[in-house]
């Protein structure tokens, strides 16, 4: 009986090819946005481990940091004796300055020992991994899958793939599989074996426990080692050592409201799509009314009827999927591309898996029941007599209110995701036209900084920093550079010599910074009082105000010319002459909109030596100069200590971070949006479609009396308008209400936004007018003298 209904099923989609097409691509891109999202979701939820059995491995810690017993062989020996471990190495990390072939980045290498990645269980994706007898006179290192498609372009082999870290250069050999950067307690993407393993402590203590043991058999044991080292090592009054045990098998992350409405916009998607195929199969089923009406006279059952309609949207899914594949695997690349290095941690690239492909099949089920359950009961209650009775030449009566609510319904669904996109376009909009009022984006900022403990006197830091400016000043491609660091507040206030003269007692700022001559020349922010800071201030001292501080400490006169000091009035600081005031502008990560205006003060100090801290250079290069970050990382590091750490990067990297996040989600939106919408205007269109041609005898008769083509089109994108706006002024309150699952994410934008608002309505009428326009315009062509004979 099944078969039967499946070879009906079969001829009768065989004579409707149009409808097949436009059911099947609705299905097929529903069900492929629904999976990529359920992909990417799955990910977060039981993310995945490129390591073997990552249930058995664990980072240790053992509290012997810093101290000289027991060392790195000792700590072997004792490893070694405990049966719950199965194997262990180690490493030591830290943040370096890696040249690559096409620039320069600050990343985290880990130099790893005997073992290492054998007790990981990791095998590379492209290349190999070093071999036991590779180690310091190798040269070679291991890179992450990020770093490998981020600046390699993602190759197929390693020959001739290089790194510089220092004054050595690697060979690359390998590239490690997805995720095994952010798998660790440090960031890592660059593997390279410990070139001096004998001289450095335990580093970082990597094991794998054994097949049957616990981790409390795991713990207990480790328990009982640490106890072996502190009575050897440590007096009684000495901390005791003790383990800490770091699973590397990664944790599920916690949806967020913003994941919850992914999730919801996917469903969305699915259920315009089933209310399209349901609108579909009921435009359908009222044209096969006579045939259904004929069988059921002939003796079918009204069972037999409505399985036929199941089974028709049954193949249409199956059908679907296969687009839908397609759909999935495109959209799941684009996520992976469009997400930006900083959301890694929080969206994973999208995996497939068997708990994919069940929501996907559910999915299918699920539209199956929903797209052809209300049909198929349709169907099956059709009355064999009134078909029969009724003239093949159409009607004159308005078809189609059965399935006109189901139009509204995906509609209004199309609209609430649509508004959602708008609002998240408009955000990424504002976030990128944002104007710093000086050229920002053109910055670089130099970051030096001491090794740890360093006891370096603060006269010596100072002629550092000097020298440091200096010579980056000197280094090619630099047009000007300045200081730009935090400064110490005595007591945490500002006294002016309004205090003196009766005035408040204290201020204190927002934000108090130590610059060096041509700050603002190098920023690019014009002076509105006063001058720039020049060469000699940071020999006596000299205070620039902005405009919002000077109005504050001085508002009813000029703040040129009058003192101030960095303390109370008490304090020893020197007396130092306002010599500037400067326009506000943020220097910071944009204040959003919605916050307010921004009231922060700004008070920049040149100091004499000794009394600034060693902090950030900001760097203005020439117009079109190339490579200036690599060319000052140089001159830096030929000139800091041994073991410091330094770095050049973007002035605006914060900025930078927070346009790449608002672009990624507004993709992510507008995918869900143009699919919603997409989906929307093909329901409508089939309907008008349905509805123009039952009423093609009311159309010949309006046309036969005199109207004219204008008057008939009219009628038709009447119809359509009057569904158009049910589901627009519907689906605008639940866009809003969806808005708020988005707030804060957007950047300048309320949710109940009349311009996003506005324009995701006015979208929604074009696209579906458009779409109806087609079978409007076939409608105006109705034969009176055809139409009629049919009668």
Not at 209 to 223: F, G, H, I, T
Not at 383 to 402: Q, V, Y
């Amino acid at each position: 009986m099944m078969r039967q209904a499946l070879s009906r099923a079969l001829r009768s989609l065989r004579r409707a090819p149009g409808f097949v097409a436009i059911a099947t691509l609705s299905l097929g891109a529903a069900l492929g946005l629904s999976t990529s999202v359920f992909a990417l979701i799955d990910s977060m939820r039981h993310p995945q481990s490129p390591f073997r059995d990552v249930a058995q491995l664990y980072q240790v810690t053992l509290g012997i940091r810093g101290r000289p017993n027991p060392g790195r062989h000792d700590v072997e020996e004792g490893l070694s004796s405990v049966k719950a471990i199965s194997g262990h190495s180690s490493s030591w990390f830290e943040n370096a300055r890696v040249e690559l072939n096409d620039g320069m980045e600050k990343l985290g290498v880990a130099y790893t020992r005997d073992g290492y990645f054998d007790v990981l269980g990791l095998r590379p994706r492209v290349g190999r991994l070093p071999s036991a007898a590779e180690s310091s006179q190798a040269n070679v290192a291991v890179v992450s899958d990020a770093l490998w498609r981020r600046r390699y372009d993602n190759r197929a082999r390693t020959e001739g793939a290089t790194l510089s870290i220092g004054d050595r250069q690697y060979s690359i050999i390998g590239v490690l599989p997805p995720n095994s950067a952010f798998a660790m307690e440090w960031s890592v993407e660059v593997w390279i074996p410990d070139p001096a393993p004998d001289i450095g402590g335990p580093g970082d203590v990597l094991i794998r426990a054994s097949d049957k043991a616990s981790k409390d058999l795991l713990q207990s044991q480790l328990n009982l080692l640490c106890q072996r080292w502190t009575r050897r090592y440590l007096n009684a009054s000495d901390r005791p050592f003790a383990p800490h045990l770091i699973s590397l098998r990664p944790n599920p992350l916690d949806l967020q409201d913003y994941h919850r409405a992914m999730i919801g916009a996917a469903i969305c998607v699915l259920l315009i799509a089933c209310a399209n195929v349901a609108a579909l199969m009921l435009a359908r089923g009222m044209i096969r009314r006579r045939d259904y009406a004929l069988r059921l006279a002939l003796g079918a059952g009204r069972a037999e009827i409505a399985r036929e309609v199941l089974v028709e949207v049954g193949v249409l899914a199956v059908v679907g999927c296969v687009a839908g594949a397609t759909v999935a695997t495109w959209a799941v690349g684009l996520i992976t591309r469009a997400t930006p290095e900083g959301m890694l941690w929080e969206f994973p690239a999208p995996q497939w898996s068997v708990r994919v492909f069940a929501l996907s099949a559910v999915a299918v089920i699920v539209s199956i029941g929903i797209a052809g359950g209300f049909p198929a009961w349709i169907a099956s209650r059709t009355d064999p007599m009134a078909p029969l009775k009724e003239s093949g030449g159409g009607t004159t009566g308005r078809a189609g209110t059965r399935f006109r609510w189901l139009v509204i319904a995906e509609l209004a669904i199309a609209m609430t995701i649509v508004v959602g996109a708008s609002l998240m376009v408009k955000s990424a909009t504002r976030v990128a036209s944002y104007d710093f009022g000086y050229d920002a984006r053109a910055l670089l900022s130099a970051q030096p900084g001491m090794p740890f403990g360093d006891t370096t006197s603060q006269a010596r830091l100072a002629a550092l920093y000097a020298d440091m400016l200096a010579r980056i000043k000197a280094t090619p491609g630099v047009r000007s550079a300045a200081k730009f660091t935090g400064c110490n507040l005595k007591n945490g206030v500002i006294t002016t010599d309004r205090t003196i003269e009766g005035g408040a007692a204290g201020w204190v700022p927002d934000h108090c910074h130590v610059a060096s001559a041509g700050l603002f020349a190098t920023l690019g922010i014009p002076m509105v009082d006063g001058r720039d800071f020049l060469e000699g201030d940071d020999a006596t001292g000299a205070i620039i105000l902005d405009e919002r501080t000077a109005h504050r400490f001085f508002p009813h006169e000029r703040a040129v010319g009058r003192m101030l000091k960095l303390g109370n009035l008490a304090s020893a600081q020197p007396w130092l002459p306002v010599v500037g005031v400067v326009q506000s502008r943020e220097l910071d990560v944009p204040q959003a909109p919605e916050m307010g205006p921004d009231t922060s003060s700004q008070l920049y100090a040149a100091l004499p030596a000794g009394l600034g801290d060693l902090g950030d250079i900001i760097i203005r290069p020439k117009t079109g100069a190339k490579g200036v970050d690599v060319s000052v990382w140089r001159a830096m590091r030929g000139m800091m200590p041994p073991h410091s750490f330094f770095n050049v990067y973007p002035w605006e990297r914060g900025y930078t971070m927070l346009l790449r996040d608002a672009q990624f989600f507004s993709v992510l939106f507008v995918m869900l949006g143009i699919a919603s919408l997409a989906l929307g205007a093909a329901g409508l269109f089939s309907v008008i479609s349905y509805v123009a041609g039952q009423r093609s005898r009311e159309f010949a008769v309006r046309i036969a009396l005199g109207a004219t083509k204008p008057n008939i089109l009219r009628l038709v994108m009447k119809e359509a308008l009057v569904m158009a706006l049910g589901g627009t002024a519907i689906g605008a309150g639940l866009g809003m209400w969806a808005g708020f699952l988005l707030w804060h994410l957007m950047w300048g934008v309320y949710p109940v936004d009349a311009g996003a608002l506005i324009s995701g309505e006015l979208t929604l009428l074009i696209v579906t007018m458009l779409a109806c326009l087609v079978p409007a315009l076939r409608a105006t062509r109705a034969n009176p003298v055809d139409v009629l004979r049919a009668a």
